[in-house]
């Protein structure tokens, strides 16, 4: 398997566009995570998603951002509007069930709100 | 909210040293891992471990629910242990909280 796959793995856009992130998790996975991480936080946890389900959203620091996860194997992170606060990278990783399983992490998305 | 506490900030070793880092964590958990991220960024969940102690090669973690600790021992480091330890804990809620992370330097 290639792992969870991320794209892009990098983004530099200017404060106010949409940036959507995207996330294929390991085949077979159920569970999906997605994390920030910045200097000033440090890794946060954002969202869940158990079967396709978001089941835990209270990471998720306002309004602007949105997750789905349409089928098993895509799930998307968007932030609309953007603002130059939002740039961190954010990480994707996918586990057997939810976490209290290993998680698998993908390389992370570097974004840059200018 | 639960407070995570890593110690030490940051650890300079020889290679071939061992190691102890600690998690303190403020309340009971259900859940507790320990993550390396390595010099490059990557992320790797190296235990799941709520109670107890596991072993995986030349690493091992042991957990104090009652007492609200958790060590990972890191025996012969190598450059390539290098990178930044981070502990995180689940409580009831699955509020998820990481610690700030242990920076290792392994010299050659």
């Known amino acids: 398997d290639a792992g969870v796959i991320q794209s892009p793995r990098h983004e530099v856009t200017e404060m106010g566009q949409e940036v959507t992130l995207r996330c294929k998790p390991i085949s077979g996975h159920n569970s999906l995570f997605w994390y920030r991480q910045t200097m000033m936080r440090g890794l946060e946890l954002l969202i869940y998603?158990?079967?396709?389900?978001?089941?835990?959203d209270s990471g998720m620091p306002e309004d602007r951002f949105s997750a789905k996860m349409p089928n098993a194997s895509f799930s998307t992170l968007k932030i609309q509007p953007s603002e130059p606060r939002d740039s961190a990278v954010y990480f994707c990783a996918s586990s057997l069930m939810v976490v209290s399983d290993t998680q698998y992490f993908g390389p992370g998305t570097r974004l840059t709100v200018l | 909210g639960i407070q995570v506490e890593q110690s030490p900030p940051d650890l300079i070793l020889q290679e071939g040293a061992n190691s102890t880092l600690r998690c303190n964590f403020s309340d009971s958990v259900n859940n507790l891992q320990w993550f390396h991220q390595n010099p490059w960024g990557q992320l790797i969940n190296l235990f799941y471990?709520?109670?107890g102690t596991k072993q995986n090669g030349r690493l091992s973690a042991t957990t104090v629910a009652t007492e609200r600790y958790s060590l990972l021992y890191i025996s012969s480091s190598q450059t390539t242990d290098s990178g930044v330890y981070f502990c995180a804990v689940v409580r009831d809620n699955n509020d998820m909280r990481f610690g700030a992370g242990t920076r290792l330097t392994v010299k050659p």
């Open positions: 998603f158990n079967n396709n389900v978001p089941i835990d």
């Open positions: 471990i709520p109670s």
